[in-house]
């Protein structure tokens, strides 16, 4: 079953007033004036509505809106946490295994989760953003994270394998297709294996988009994102001498793949402190101390930066946005936080800018956690709004 997509439309979120402020509104002057459905969304999500009549709507979605219809409205807050109904482990190759557990409906409409990183592995709070009655919830941690093992290893650890893992759990759990959620790393594994398996995927959300490309890499890891937060740019910064610091992504490398486990690990922790102290838009004490544990911190690193080194193991620095007639029939949701300083909005806005098919939620005042209020509404909503298809045979 492949989910057709609604007319194009942004949304721009806020969660901490029940009005658009002003200066919210006067945003909307850059935006395109045509071939858009413009929505503005306050705290109870969706506050004004402006059509523009020039574009050609889906003809159930024009009915409800000439009637004087309200579309029902989605549920945003969090489901309670679950517990695993099942769990296992997959030998995906010949060194490699990957935990993977299910959770909410055995028999409910399979949903994929993508961590991301590369090398965050899953949480139990990743259940949280899909209704546990509908949904079969599937999280797995990817080669090298999390549970899987071996622990940050690097050798066969490329898209490329993660795809054909997905697809391998996808035959192991003997699911026909699924829906597929994934943010930051996990956007832009979630696009790639859409691409490669169109057929699989019955709807996409993707939050903090990231396309690995040469300019996204180089905002946040050459000194882009260093005028945002200077102070926490300088302990990543200082860690590497001067006379390497002409490519920080190389110099990391250098020390994250040394024969001395503790220079790896104190390579490893300056780089997940510095996406650590950067994911939130208001600092997350919690989060920042996530680049203390060593086991987590190494994984991370060192599979982040094998990635970023290898260009994501893509083609081309395109490759993605160069691809996405494959996947236009898709119904998608993108979600990013106006402020996201770890992957920046222009990213999502390229993406938004080829697939305009898809809904595009903007959440004016968030950076780049799922976790942060606004962006977690918005993710439910958007599993919502695809589970409300299903129920409708759409």
């Keep these: 079953m492949v989910l057709l997509g609604f007319v194009s439309n942004i949304t721009i979120t806020s969660r901490t007033s029940s009005l658009p402020h002003t200066s919210t509104l006067s945003r909307l002057r850059f935006l395109p004036s045509s071939h858009q459905n413009f929505t503005l969304a306050g705290r109870k999500d969706l506050v004004i509505r402006a059509q523009n009549f020039g574009v050609k709507s ?32 997959l030998k995906v190759s010949d060194i490699h295994t990957i935990y993977w557990e299910q959770s909410g409906n055995p028999t409910g409409h399979p949903v994929v989760f993508l961590h991301g990183g590369p090398g965050g592995g899953t949480t139990p709070s990743n259940r949280r953003f899909f209704d546990p009655d509908f949904y079969r919830i599937i999280l797995f941690d990817q080669r ?6 071996p622990h940050a290893c690097l050798d066969q650890n490329t898209t490329w394998d993660l795809i054909d893992d997905i697809e391998k759990l996808r035959q192991h759990l003997e699911i026909p297709e699924w829906q597929v959620f994934g943010g930051s790393w996990g956007s832009t594994l979630a696009l790639a294996y859409s691409l490669a ?46 006379n390497e610091r002409s490519c920080f992504v190389d110099a990391y490398s250098k020390r994250l793949n040394s024969d001395d486990k503790e220079t790896q690990y104190a390579a490893a922790r300056a780089w997940t402190k510095w996406e650590m102290m950067t994911a939130h838009l208001l600092p997350n004490e ?21 990635y970023f080194l290898n260009k994501g193991f893509f083609p081309s620095d395109s490759f993605l946005l160069d691809n996405i007639d494959n996947i236009r029939h898709i119904n998608a949701t ?49 599993n919502e709004k695809l589970k409300n298809l299903i129920k409708n045979g759409r």
């Excluded at 309200?70 to 695993?84: G, Q």
């Design 58 to 89: 889906e003809p159930k979605l024009i009915d409800m809106m000439e009637s004087g219809k309200e579309l029902p409205e989605l549920n945003t807050n969090l489901y309670p946490y679950v517990e695993p109904y099942s769990t296992g482990i």
């Design 144 to 149: 090298g994270a999390g549970k899987s093992t």
């Design 197 to 242: 398996h169109p057929d699989k995927v019955t709807g996409l959300v993707l939050r903090g988009i990231f396309l690995l490309r040469k300019k996204e890499i180089d905002w946040f890891y050459e000194g882009g994102a260093a005028a945002i937060y200077p102070d926490a740019w300088e302990s990543f910064r200082d860690l590497i001498p001067e």
């Design 286 to 306: 919690e989060n920042i101390k996530r680049g203390e544990d060593d086991i987590f911190s190494l994984a991370f690193a060192r599979i982040e930066n094998h």
């Design 334 to 382: 993108i979600v990013q936080g106006r402020y996201d300083v770890c992957c920046p909005m222009m990213s999502a806005w390229d993406l938004h800018k080829a697939w305009p098919e898809a809904d595009f939620k903007v959440v004016a005042d968030a950076g780049h956690s799922a976790n942060e209020p606004g962006i977690a509404a918005e993710l439910v909503a958007a």
